[in-house]
Nanobody
């Protein structure tokens, strides 16, 4: 069974930085593409960043140049470094992977950016 646990959320002022981490268990982590999604109140969940098992990354346009996704295959961890945060980045951030055709999600980490 896949288990994903996010950590590192919190409250930050606009222009500040936060780092989210997600620790995975139940999978051969290094083989899996990992993603970060977010969901703001009243809005659909959206993909933010993706990292393949080999370390290739992709970002949605609105976070390019501000967010960096990385992974540590020794600690089974995927990180999201978020810089130059704006109030529009306020959301619950979720770690995700697909295992045997099914999506697995963490419980999420709240990120709140004050203006």
């Amino acid at each position: 069974q896949v288990h994903l646990v996010e950590s590192g959320g919190g409250l930050v002022q606009a222009g500040g930085s936060l780092k989210l981490s997600c620790t995975a268990s139940g999978i051969n982590f290094r083989l899996y593409t990992m993603t970060w999604h977010r969901q703001a109140p009243g809005r659909p969940r959206e993909l933010v960043a993706t990292i393949s098992g080999g370390g290739s990354t992709n970002y949605t346009d609105i976070v390019k140049g501000r967010f960096t996704i990385s992974r540590n295959n020794v600690w089974n961890r995927v990180n999201l470094q978020m810089n130059s945060l704006t109030p529009e980045d306020t959301a619950v951030y979720y770690c995700n992977t697909t295992h045997r055709g099914s999506d697995s999600w963490g419980r999420g980490a709240q990120v709140t950016v004050s203006s």
